[in-house]
């Protein structure tokens, strides 16, 4: 059989981006000033129902632009889970302060509130919880611990663009959020980020840092050490254009969610993403868990028979504990949920343009795996 590879993600530019893009061409505007950023900026704070957008260059700098602001640096210590993408976790490490990563709830794979009380000291200045694989965390609790402790909440909403806790966007949550779109995010602007806030302080910082630090009042007069965090007008051009279509995206990855939970629902051993009564999760990659004893093969034997149908796969995060780069910060603690998902996970594709039959060619292939 020659069939198509099925790749993991794949952007749907298909709405107003070229157009959008073209204008900013024509027109000259194709470095950090133009119409487009402040358009962006102000379309997806709208969308979030936060006050204040300042878009950036991707995720990761927006984090760091979200550290900064907050005043956060050397020997202070941030709450971060210990499994999540690096990036959440080195950005604390380049603002200079101390990353503290727990362990995981094993329900929502996300921050376990609990494991923070018992993790705050007197150097705690700030919780930096995730939304893994389109999942809300607990965020009302985590807020509330953060607010009994005088802490600081960073949202990194990078994989859950859309997704809700009791009715409310995540974002909208934390004194600062922060959302990447990069190429394989439920919107994208190629690489690109943004951080939200309702804090006007807080804006004015961010902008006058993602801008060298210069003053907004006195042309080439530094008042901060700031950094070039910028957005172009490219990358938001195409950003407005996939923010018209994001309602749009979601349905379409809710349906490819329903189809690939119903086909596999008859397969033993695998588990799939916890439904919580007022948790809206979007589909970012379909992830799931491999139970080996029941499936009778493993997460990483799974990839490998994948792949060679020519569907590709992504292990889940390896938690930062097991990398020894991060030994200094992890040593002597334990991680056991961290440890089971990381090794049991695997994300499937998920874009909006699959077709069912995609769909179906890959529960197919893992109801095949579980007979040989
Ligand atoms: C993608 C991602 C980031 C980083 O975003 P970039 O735009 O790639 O720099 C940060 N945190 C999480 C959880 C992510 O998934």
């Not at 099925?6 to 024509?26: F, H, R, W």
Request: some cysteine; glycine content about 6%.
């Amino acid at each position: 059989m020659n069939e198509d590879f099925i790749p993991m993600a794949k952007p749907d530019l298909s709405g107003n981006e070229m157009k959008y893009v073209t204008n900013c061409i024509k027109t000259n505007w194709i470095s950090s000033q133009g119409e487009y950023v402040e358009r962006f900026e102000k379309n997806f704070s709208d969308y979030c129902d936060v006050t204040h957008g300042i878009a950036t260059s991707n995720g990761t700098v927006s984090l760091h632009l979200a550290l900064k602001a907050l005043g956060i640096g050397k020997g202070d210590e941030v709450i971060v889970p210990n499994f999540t993408f690096a990036a959440t976790v080195n950005t604390i490490l380049h603002s200079n302060a101390i990353p503290v990563p727990i362990d995981i709830d094993k329900n929502s794979w996300n921050l376990d509130p609990e494991k923070i009380i018992e993790n705050i000291n007197e150097k705690t200045k700030a919780i930096m919880p995730v939304h893994i694989y389109g999942q809300p965390c607990e965020i009302d609790r985590i807020v509330e611990i953060a607010e009994d402790n005088g802490l600081f909440v960073i949202e990194d909403c990078a994989e859950a663009h859309g997704a809700e806790f009791s009715g409310k966007r995540v974002g909208s949550f934390g004194d600062i959020s922060s959302f990447s779109f990069y190429g394989n995010k439920i919107i994208t602007t190629g690489e690109g980020g943004i951080c939200l806030t309702d804090n006007n302080d807080l804006k004015n910082k961010m902008e006058k840092l993602r801008d060298h630090g210069m003053s907004p009042n006195k042309r080439y007069w530094h008042e901060e050490i700031g950094y070039n965090y910028r957005m172009t007008n490219i990358q938001a051009a195409v950003g407005v254009a996939q923010l018209e279509r994001i309602d749009s995206f979601l349905e379409k990855r809710n349906d490819i969610y329903d189809l690939y939970t119903k086909e596999l629902k008859n397969i033993k051993g695998i588990e799939t993403q916890y439904d919580f009564k007022n948790r809206k999760k979007v589909n970012w990659m379909y992830s799931i868990l491999i139970n080996e004893n029941e499936f009778g093969k493993s997460r990483d034997e799974v990839r490998e028979i994948l792949k060679q149908n020519k569907i590709d796969s992504r292990p889940f995060f390896y938690p930062i504990n097991k990398m020894s780069l991060y030994d200094e910060f992890t040593n002597g603690k334990k991680y056991p949920n961290s440890e089971i998902i990381g090794r049991k996970g695997i994300s499937l594709p998920t874009f909006t343009q699959m077709k069912t039959q995609d769909v179906k060619r890959i529960t197919k292939t893992l109801e095949k795996i579980t007979d040989i």
